[in-house]
């Protein structure tokens, strides 16, 4: 019988590596209390017609990569309907922001997720089929200031301090502005005209984007390409004085505040609802995935989608990736310390019981120590004394023996595994003695 075995591009987080997962989710969900945002939970799998829309048709996402089924009817009431697994949750976050009417409070909505994603790339390090975002949204009607570049601002800052806060170091914030749908229509005009002559010469794929999406060869991939790629106009050149003005604003902000930045005026993301500013954290830990996090303004996705006027600006950040960048950040410190940082892997105590008749006060003892907040593993009675310290050895800083001596006397013996030292602890100082 052939094996069963996780999906190509999906894998099993487990521990301890799901403790650092805990660990980022939690800090994440802490500074974004901190800028006042909550927390918004969409379905995972959504009309289509939503991506199709929001992120475009001709996007490698939308024309590649969803993971879309016709759902049949189950009942005459029911209309078949074709569904896909959200690639991304921005378009799913402003469906939620116009179906629960959201703008007529007047005021920002500031909407963060924590979730899966699913996209059928080519699965490599850093990249799979299904994999998680942390990502965040500031969205409202004009009125409440959901275009000032303020809220571009505080958005790229939160990121900053967010990396902070998680020990990340050596991030790189890179950004540019892509102009307004008032700009686009001359920028790609101003594409199509240079793409005209050379476009023979590009990947199939290029050669049919040229034609039908031209802002999309931009962040073509194929390296053959990427001569033609670099004599293309910039946008730069062809944005109007409001969006000159809205990108020098955000930037000002960010010299303000006294995050780091590097201009770059060739991204563009490949996402087709981007406006104005577009901007990735980027980290050289990563290799060729090196996109830590991507994002950007989106000023007109809610009235693609039928919603009111809804300028809005977001993100979304690679968990995969994240986690990788810090277990590789651990990895160097552990090599430097001979310890992980931050993420203990052994319990702070492994209880042996010595004789069966001794298990049910072990469990208890281990309950206790739990309470007091210790990570505690528990042996069996039915273990050799040999194999309880084998097995605690492995799993944890120090074994505390509990035979009917130290049943009976209430003094525990305690060998740390690190010192190879022995001692006798009163039952009433065991927490404390097995926290240091
Ligand atoms: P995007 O929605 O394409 O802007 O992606 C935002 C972030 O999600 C990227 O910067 C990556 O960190 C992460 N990401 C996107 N696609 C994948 C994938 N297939 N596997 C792992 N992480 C991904």
């Not at 009817?73 to 959200?86: C, D, H, I, P, Y």
């Not at 080519?122 to 809220?151: D, M, N, T």
């Not at 301090?161 to 540019?176: A, H, K, P, Q, R």
Request: proline share 5%.
């Amino acid at each position: 019988m052939t094996l069963l075995k996780a999906v190509r591009g999906t894998r099993d987080l487990l521990p301890p590596e799901t403790e650092l997962w805990n660990r980022v989710e939690a800090t994440a969900r802490r500074v974004f209390a901190r800028y006042n945002f909550g927390e918004i939970r969409t379905p995972l799998f959504e009309d289509t017609q939503l991506f199709a829309r929001g992120v475009g048709e001709e996007t490698d996402i939308v024309s590649k990569e969803m993971y879309t089924w016709e759902d049949r009817a189950r009942a005459q009431s029911e209309k078949a309907q074709s569904l896909t697994l959200r690639p991304e949750n921005t378009a799913g976050v402003v469906r939620a922001y116009i179906e629960h009417k959201l703008g007529e409070t007047g005021l920002l909505q500031k909407l963060y997720y924590i979730g899966p994603q699913f996209r059928r790339e080519r699965p490599q390090k850093g990249r799979y089929r299904q994999f998680w975002q942390i990502g965040a949204e500031v969205i409202g009607p004009p009125s409440a200031g959901s275009e000032s570049p303020l809220r571009d601002a505080e958005v790229l800052e939160m990121l900053a301090s967010l990396l902070d806060e998680l020990g990340i170091t050596g991030w790189s914030l890179v950004l540019n502005s892509v102009g307004s749908s008032s700009d686009r229509p001359r920028y790609i005009a101003a594409l199509r005209e240079a793409l005209a002559p050379v476009k023979d010469q590009m990947s199939a794929d290029n050669q049919r984007r040229a034609e039908t999406n031209p802002l999309r060869v931009l962040d073509s991939k194929d390296p053959g390409d990427e001569a033609i790629i670099e004599t293309l106009p910039k946008i730069a050149d062809y944005l109007d004085d409001a969006s000159k003005a809205h990108f020098a604003a955000v930037l000002a902000a960010l010299d303000a505040c006294g995050v780091p930045y590097t201009v770059n005026p060739r991204l563009v993301r490949g996402l087709d609802y981007y406006t104005r500013t577009t901007f990735e954290f980027t980290h050289g830990e990563l290799g060729a995935q090196n996109a830590l996090l991507g994002g950007g303004r989106y000023d007109g996705l809610s009235e693609m989608l039928g919603g009111p006027k809804a300028p809005g600006i977001g993100f979304a950040m690679g968990l995969d990736r994240l986690i990788l960048t810090l277990q590789e950040a651990e990895r160097k410190a552990a090599a430097a310390q001979a310890a992980v940082a931050g993420v203990p892997l052994l319990a702070d105590g492994f209880i042996a019981p010595l004789g069966e008749g001794l298990n049910t006060a072990a469990l208890e003892m281990a309950k206790e120590l739990r309470r007091a907040g210790l990570r505690i593993e528990l042996g069996d009675g039915a273990f050799r004394l040999k194999k309880s310290f084998e097995i605690g050895n492995k799993l944890a800083r120090a074994i505390v023996l509990l035979g009917e001596d130290e049943q009976r006397s209430g003094i525990l013996t305690v060998k740390n595994f690190a010192t190879g030292e022995q001692t006798k602890i009163p039952r009433g100082d065991l927490a404390q003695a097995l926290k240091t």
